[in-house]
């Protein structure tokens, strides 16, 4: 069964990270702060030693988001991602065969917390822990393309004892407000 919903992206705080070196040249200070007060983190990378030969190419940030749910999924949602921003070849130049053509993308993967509702499992609020996989800019689409399972053993209240085989689902997301999302039971 397949359950369609929306979300909107309520805060979005994006922090660069440097996993060479420690967490306070990483920036954790400055996203604890920033996540407070909802501004965007910054850091200071001009400091710190370069990550790979591909730096100008490739970066790697942390992710707190916070979503709300509205439709057959009811409640709130608090994601953490781990992006790596890289660049992937999508052919090649029409007039140089061995010369790639790059494009520019993010894949990430990361955790979903979420407190709610969904149709068909529980009229009662609940909580559930998903794991989140997916990629923005993959072949040119513009859209974040992410799906997510659930982790057995995490329901609590209205989803607690909840018997499906699969709970799953995912987005496409083009933007931060009334993101298509679905969950399907198996």
């Given at each position: 069964?397949?359950?369609?919903?929306?979300?909107?992206?309520?805060?979005?705080?994006e922090?660069?990270?440097?996993?060479?070196?420690?967490?306070?040249?990483?920036?954790?200070?400055?996203?604890?702060?920033?996540?407070?007060?909802?501004?965007?983190?910054?850091?200071?990378?001009?400091?710190?030693?370069?990550?790979?030969?591909?730096?100008?190419?490739?970066?790697?940030?942390?992710?707190?988001?916070?979503?709300t749910?509205?439709?057959?999924i009811?409640?709130?949602?608090?994601?953490?991602?781990?992006?790596?921003?890289h660049?992937?070849?999508?052919?090649?130049?029409?007039?140089?065969?061995?010369?790639?053509?790059?494009?520019?993308?993010?894949t990430?993967?990361?955790?979903?917390?979420?407190?709610g509702?969904?149709d068909?499992?529980?009229?009662?609020?609940?909580?559930?822990?998903?794991?989140?996989?997916?990629?923005?800019?993959?072949?040119?689409?513009?859209?974040?393309?992410?799906?997510?399972?659930?982790i057995?053993?995490?329901?609590?209240?209205g989803?607690?004892?909840?018997d499906?085989?699969?709970?799953?689902?995912?987005?496409?997301?083009?933007?931060?407000?009334?993101?298509?999302?679905?969950?399907?039971?198996?």
């Open positions: 069964m397949r359950i369609e919903a929306i979300f909107d992206t309520d805060t979005w705080v922090t660069t990270i440097d996993p060479m070196s420690s967490p306070e040249a990483a920036g954790t200070a400055a996203a604890a702060d920033a996540t407070t007060t909802g501004e965007t983190a910054k850091d200071d990378a001009k400091d710190k030693p370069k990550l790979s030969s591909y730096d100008a190419e490739m970066k790697v940030t942390h992710v707190r988001t916070e979503r749910f509205k439709g057959g009811q409640g709130r949602g608090l994601v953490e991602y781990n992006l790596v921003y660049r992937m070849p999508t052919g090649t130049d029409a007039g140089k065969a061995d010369a790639p053509v790059m494009n520019s993308m993010c990430y993967n990361g955790v979903m917390y979420f407190k509702t969904i068909s499992l529980s009229t009662t609020e609940g909580e559930l822990i998903f794991t989140i996989t997916g990629t923005w800019g993959k072949d040119g689409n513009m859209a974040a393309v992410g799906e997510w399972e659930m057995k053993g995490t329901q609590t209240g989803f607690k004892g909840i499906v085989k699969l709970l799953s689902g995912g987005y496409d997301s083009k933007g931060k407000k009334d993101t298509p999302c679905w969950m399907v039971i198996e």
